[in-house]
C-alpha cells in the first residue's frame, strides 16, 4: 500500500506437496517391504531358486533403487515443493510442470520395478536402470523439476535466496550434469546398451555416479530441508548464518571429488585415488559443518520440545549424519579402507545414511508437514510416538549387527598365522554372518511395521479433513522486497581505528561474509558456480583416465579378447546381478593375493564392457577364478551352490542349466562389442561355430568328470550355464598362463586355447612368482 | 542489530541461556530468523589441519620415489613373509629325515604348495592331477620308491630331461618343501586325474615322534 503502489496477492500450492507426500510413504514402505525380502534370501538361499527375476542379484539393486528414487526422491520433492514456494513468497512457476514432474517419476520408478526383476540392467553400481529409463531421468529432471524449480527463483518475492534454497539449487543443477554419467553407453536395442567404457574408465564412472548421486540427492538437498525444518519444527533461529555459508561452499567445492575413494586399493590409479582420499577427509568435515549448525539449532529448543516426536526424528536424524560423516572421513583414509571395504560394514554405512539421516528426516518432516497438509490435527501422537521408536529399534538392528558382521568378516579374511599363511577359509565368516542377518532381517521388519503405523496414521489424518482445504492468500505490497536497496548497514571493520594496514582491515570485513548477501540474490551465480565445480572435478578426475589411457591403464599384451561364448557368459554375469555378491578385484594387500592371486592390473580389464569390480563380497572374489575349480565343479555348484558348502547364502541357478544357448544373441554381443572396438577378427564371421565348438569342449570336460550328458530334454553343451563357466574360467587366465603351457598344446581355435588355458593356470599368487627367485 | 531484533516477528530468543553478545541477521525467511555466531573454533582448524596436511601427503606418496606406492608396499610385505618363513625354517638339509618330519607339518605343506604352484602346473597340473607329467594323487610312481627319491627327482631330474633338475633353480628349503607337499598330495585325488603310471610302492613313512627342533618353536598355526 506504500506510495500508493497496488498490493499483490498470492497463494501456495499445496497439492503438489500432498501428492509427493503421499508417494514417498507409500514407496517407503514398499522399499522396505523389498529390502526385507532381499534380506530374507541371504538367509534362505533355497527358498525361491529357480525363478530368476526372484534372486537375489536382480532385486537387490531394486530395493536401492526404490530407497534412493523412491522413498528419498519423492521426500525430497515434498520438501522442495512445500519450502521453496514459502521461501520465495510465490506458488510454483507452473502447476502443469510440477504435475508432469510428478506422474513421470512415479512411472520412471513403476518402469524401474519392472525391467530390474526381469534382468534389465546396465549392470553399474547405482546406475542399473537401462537407458531409455536414465534418458527419461535427465528429461524429467531438467525440463519437468529443474525449469520450474529455477523459474520459481526467478519470479520470488524476497531479494535474497534462503540458504536452504542454495542447497536445492546446487542439487538441482548438480543432478542434471550427474545424469549424464548413467549415459555413456551405446543402445544396442530398446531395452539393451553397451557400456562406452571399459574396466577401469568404465569403474570410475560408474562410481562417479554413485558417489555424486549420493551427495546431490541424499545429502545435499537434505541439507536444504534441515535448514527449513528443523528451525520451523524447533521455533528457533538458525545456531549461525556463517557456518551456513560455510557449510554450503565447503561441501560444494571438495563433496564432488570424493568418487575415487570408493576404489581404494583397486586397478584405479593411485594419484586419484590419493584425490579421493583427501577430498574424502574434507568432505566428511564439511558435512560436520552442517550438523553443528543443526545440532546448535536444536539444542536451545531441547527443554521445550524434547516431547515432541517430530523433534527427536530431526534430532536422531542430524546425529545420524554426524555419525555417517566421521565414519566417511575414516573410510577415506586408505589404510582403514582396506580394512573393511566390500565387507557387511560398508553396507551397514549406506544403510545408517539411508534410513537414519535421509528416513528420520523425512519422517520428522512428513509428521511435522501432515497436520498442515491436511488442516487438522493427527489422528493419534501416540502413533507418532511409536513410530520413532520402531523405526530407531529397526534402524539400529540393521546396523549394528552389519558393523560387526563387517568386523568379523575383516578379520577372517585377514588373518595370517606366524608363516604367513592364511588362517580361515572365506566360507568361515559364514555361519556369524548368517545370525547378524537374521538380526538384520528383524530390523528391517521393525521398520517395516513402522512404516504401516505411520501409512495408518496419515490416512486416518487425511479421513479427518475437511471437505474442502483453505488456500490462504497472501498481500504484499506491488514493489516487492525484491527491488529494496541492499539490507544491512555497509559493514565497518573492528580494526578500523587501530593501526593495521589496509588489507587487514579489509581481510577483516571480507571474513564477515557480508559480501555473500548479494550472492544469495542470484540464483545464476550460485548455479553457474556449482556447474563449474562439478565440471571441473569431471575434468580432472575422470578425462584423464580416457585421454592419458596409456600412462593411466598401461595395456597389457597377453591381455586378448573374450571368445564369443564367454561374452555371452559375461552377459548373463551382468544380467543376473552376480556383481551384488562377487566382486572381481584383488587388492594389492597380503591376505588378498595370498587368498586370490596376484592383484588385479588395470590392463587386464580393458575388455569389461561395464566394469564388474563390485561392492560387496558376499561370495569370494572371482578375479583369478580360471582354474580354480573344474567346470564340472561349476557345473554343480550352479545347480546347488549347498551341495559343497552348506553355509553358502548364493541361491541355485538350475534355470541357467535348464535354458538353452541362443546363438544368433552370440553373434550380436560379438558385433556390438567389435562396433565398441573390441579388435575381433574371425569372430565376426564365425561366432556361432567357435562358441559351439567351445561349449562342447567344456561339456566334454563336464562329462568327463562324472556330469550329465543332458538336463531332460537339453544337452549339457547347450546351457546356459557352460557360457557362464566359460566365462569363470576365462577370468584371470590371460595373466596367468605360464608362457610354457602355450607352447605345449598349439591351439587349433582361440575356444580351445581358452579352455586350456583356464585348465592350467591356477591363480598362481605374486606370492610365489617372487619365492622363485627368493634364495 | 538491536533493531533488527526487535523487528522480529517472533518471540525473541530466551536470552538468559545464550551468549549476550548473540545478535540475530537482519532478515527472517518465511519466519525463520539467523543468528551471527562465529565458526566454531574447532571445525576451521580441523579443517586447516587437513588443508595442510594435503600438500606433504601428495608429495610424499606421488613425487615418483620408487617404493612408496601401494604396488611396491605389496611387494615389501610379500618379502618380509618369505624371510619369516625360511627364517623360521632354518637351513635345513635335503634328506629323508627331514622331509617326512615337514610332511606331517600342515603349516609348511601350504608354504610347499605355493611353491608348487608357480613351478610345477605346468606339466603336473593343478594340485598334481598330472598333465603332461604324471598324476601325483594316486598311488602309482614312476621313479619313486622311497619317499627321498622325491628330493632326488626334484634335484637331479628324471626322464632324461622330461622332469628337468631343479636344484639350480629352487633353494635347498623350497625343494625340501615342495617335495614334502608332493608326498602329501598322494590319495588325495578323486579319480578325475590323469590315468596312472609306473608301479605301486608302499606307503610313505610314519610321522616321528615329537622332537624337540625348530618347528617346536612356533606355536601351531591352527
Request: aromatic residues 12%; hydrophobic residues 45%.
Amino acid at each position: 500500500m506504500l506510495g500508493g503502489v497496488p498490493e499483490v496477492s498470492y497463494s501456495y500450492d499445496d497439492s503438489i506437496v500432498r501428492k509427493f507426500l503421499t508417494a514417498t510413504l507409500i514407496w517407503g514402505f514398499v522399499a522396505a517391504v523389498v529390502a526385507v525380502v532381499v534380506a530374507s534370501m541371504l538367509l534362505y538361499p533355497g527358498a525361491v531358486s529357480g525363478t530368476d527375476w526372484l534372486s537375489f542379484g536382480r532385486l537387490r539393486p531394486l530395493a536401492t533403487t526404490l530407497f534412493l528414487l523412491a522413498f528419498a526422491g519423492n521426500g525430497i520433492f515434498a520438501a522442495i515443493y512445500y519450502s521453496t514456494q514459502r521461501l520465495c513468497k510465490t506458488p510454483m512457476w507452473s502447476r502443469v510442470l510440477g504435475w508432469l514432474h510428478f506422474w513421470s517419476w512415479q512411472a520412471i520408478i513403476a518402469s524401474a520395478l519392472i525391467t530390474l526383476p526381469q534382468g534389465i540392467t546396465q549392470g553399474r553400481g547405482y546406475g542399473e536402470l537401462e537407458w531409455p529409463i536414465d534418458v527419461s531421468v535427465s528429461i524429467v529432471w531438467m525440463l519437468f523439476f529443474a525449469a520450474n524449480f529455477f523459474m520459481t527463483l526467478v519470479h520470488r518475492r524476497e531479494r535474497r535466496m534462503y540458504v536452504s534454497l542454495w542447497f536445492y539449487l546446487a542439487a538441482v543443477v548438480a543432478m542434471c550434469l550427474i545424469n549424464v554419467c548413467t549415459l555413456f553407453v551405446f543402445p544396442q536395442g530398446p531395452l539393451k546398451s553397451d557400456s562406452l567404457a571399459t574396466g577401469v574408465q568404465d569403474a570410475l564412472l560408474q562410481w562417479w555416479y554413485g558417489h555424486n548421486l549420493l551427495l546431490f540427492l541424499l545429502i545435499v538437498p537434505f541439507f536444504g530441508l534441515v535448514y527449513y525444518f528443523v528451525p520451523k519444527a524447533a521455533n528457533r533461529p538458525v545456531h549461525s548464518y556463517k557456518l551456513s555459508i560455510v557449510n554450503f561452499w565447503t561441501l560444494i567445492l571438495v563433496g564432488v571429488w570424493v568418487a575415487p575413494q570408493h576404489l581404494h586399493y583397486t586397478a584405479l590409479p593411485e594419484w586419484a585415488s590419493s584425490l579421493g582420499m583427501l577430498f574424502g577427509l574434507l568432505f566428511g568435515i564439511a558435512v560436520l559443518a552442517g550438523v553443528a549448525n543443526a545440532l546448535l539449532t536444536l539444542r536451545g529448543a531441547a527443554d521445550q520440545t524434547s516431547a515432541d516426536p517430530v523433534y527427536r526424528f530431526f534430532l536422531v536424524g542430524v546425529i545420524f549424519l554426524g555419525i555417517a560423516a566421521v565414519e566417511e572421513a575414516m573410510l577415506s583414509i586408505k589404510s582403514i579402507n582396506a580394512l573393511v571395504h566390500y565387507t557387511e560394514w560398508m553396507t551397514a554405512h549406506l544403510e545408517l545414511g539411508l534410513l537414519g539421516w535421509n528416513g528420520m528426516l523425512i519422517l520428522g518432516m512428513a509428521y511435522w508437514l501432515t497436520p498442515k497438509l491436511f488442516q487438522t490435527g493427527l489422528w493419534s501422537n501416540k502413533a507418532v510416538s511409536l513410530h520413532f521408536w520402531l523405526a530407531l529399534g529397526g534402524l539400529l538392528l540393521c546396523v549394528v549387527p552389519g558393523y560387526a558382521a563387517g568386523i568379523v568378516q575383516s578379520g577372517v579374511w585377514r588373518s595370517m598365522d606366524d608363516l604367513g599363511n592364511l588362517q580361515y577359509d572365506f566360507v568361515d565368516s559364514a555361519p556369524f554372518l548368517k545370525r547378524m542377518w537374521s538380526l538384520q532381517l528383524v530390523g528391517g521388519l521393525v521398520y517395516a511395521v513402522g512404516f504401516m503405523v505411520m501409512l495408518a496414521n496419515y490416512g486416518m489424518t487425511w479421513l479427518k479433513r475437511s471437505g474442502a482445504y483453505e488456500v490462504p492468500i497472501h498481500y504484499q505490497d506491488g514493489s516487492s522486497e525484491r527491488i529494496r536497496p541492499v539490507s544491512g548497514p555497509v559493514p565497518v571493520s573492528v580494526l578500523e581505528t587501530a593501526p593495521v594496514l589496509n588489507i587487514a582491515k579489509r581481510l577483516d570485513i571480507w571474513s564477515r561474509l557480508n559480501w555473500h548477501r548479494q550472492w544469495e540474490e542470484s540464483p545464476r551465480r550460485i548455479g553457474f558456480l556449482v556447474a563449474l565445480v562439478v565440471l571441473l572435478a569431471f575434468v580432472v578426475e575422470v578425462v584423464p583416465m580416457f585421454v592419458f589411457a596409456a600412462s593411466n591403464v598401461p595395456p597389457l599384451a597377453a591381455v586378448k579378447p573374450y571368445t564369443p561364448l564367454e561374452l555371452l557368459g559375461r552377459q548373463i554375469y551382468v544380467t543376473e546381478g552376480c556383481c551384488n555378491c562377487h566382486t572381481q578385484m584383488v587388492r594389492p594387500l597380503m591376505p588378498e593375493t595370498l587368498r586370490y592371486g596376484d592383484y588385479s592390473q588395470p590392463g587386464e580389464l580393458v575388455h569389461d564392457q561395464p566394469a564388474q569390480w563390485g561392492k560387496r563380497r558376499i561370495g569370494p572374489d572371482l578375479a583369478r577364478e580360471s582354474g580354480k575349480q573344474t567346470s564340472f565343479w561349476h557345473w554343480r555348484h550352479l545347480a546347488n551352490p549347498q551341495e559343497d558348502e552348506p553355509n553358502s547364502a548364493m541361491p541355485s541357478y538350475r534355470y541357467l542349466l535348464d535354458r538353452p544357448i541362443d546363438f544368433e544373441k552370440i553373434n550380436e554381443l560379438v558385433q556390438a562389442a567389435h562396433g565398441l572396438g573390441v579388435p575381433y577378427g574371425s569372430e565376426l564371421t564365425g561366432s556361432q561355430e567357435m562358441a559351439s565348438k567351445q561349449a562342447e569342449s567344456i561339456a566334454a570336460d563336464i562329462v568327463s568328470k562324472g556330469g550329465p550328458i543332458r538336463r531332460g530334454t537339453l544337452m549339457t553343451y547347450d546351457a546356459e550355464a557352460v557360457a557362464l563357466i566359460a566365462y569363470l574360467q576365462r577370468l584371470g587366465a590371460d595373466l596367468l598362463a605360464p608362457p610354457a603351457a602355450k607352447k605345449e598344446d598349439a591351439p587349433t581355435t582361440p575356444a580351445a586355447d581358452e579352455v586350456t588355458k583356464g585348465a592350467i593356470s591356477s591363480g598362481i599368487p605374486v606370492a610365489d612368482r617372487l619365492a622363485f627367485h627368493t634364495p | 542489530m538491536i533493531q533488527a531484533m526487535s523487528d522480529s516477528k517472533h518471540e525473541s530468543p530466551d536470552s538468559n541461556q545464550d551468549d549476550p553478545a548473540d545478535s540475530l541477521t537482519d532478515q527472517s525467511f518465511d519466519g525463520i530468523q539467523q543468528y551471527d555466531h562465529p565458526l566454531p573454533v574447532w571445525w576451521i582448524w580441523l579443517f586447516v589441519a587437513v588443508l595442510l596436511f594435503a600438500p606433504p601427503y601428495v608429495w610424499y606418496y606421488h613425487n615418483g620415489t620408487q617404493g612408496r606406492s601401494l604396488a611396491d608396499h605389496h611387494e615389501q610385505e610379500l618379502a618380509e613373509v618369505l624371510k619369516l618363513q625360511f627364517s623360521q625354517m632354518g637351513e635345513v638339509t635335503a634328506d629323508r629325515e627331514t622331509l617326512v618330519r615337514f610332511l606331517y607339518e600342515d603349516s609348511w605343506l601350504r608354504v610347499g604348495r605355493s611353491v608348487f604352484k608357480s613351478n610345477c602346473v605346468a606339466c603336473h597340473g593343478r594340485e598334481g592331477v598330472g598333465k603332461v607329467g604324471p598324476n601325483l594323487q594316486d598311488d602309482h610312481y614312476k621313479n619313486i620308491g622311497d619317499i627321498a627319491d622325491i628330493l632326488r627327482v626334484l634335484q637331479q631330474g628324471a626322464n632324461a630331461g622330461a622332469m628337468p633338475a631343479w636344484k639350480s633353480k629352487l633353494s635347498t628349503n623350497e625343494i625340501v618343501l615342495v617335495s614334502a607337499y608332493v608326498a602329501s598330495l598322494r590319495g588325495s585325488g578323486d579319480g578325475s586325474g590323469k590315468p596312472a603310471e609306473g608301479r605301486v610302492i608302499a606307503p610313505w613313512p610314519q610321522a616321528p615322534p615329537p622332537e624337540t627342533d625348530v618347528t617346536d618353536q612356533q606355536k601351531s598355526p591352527e
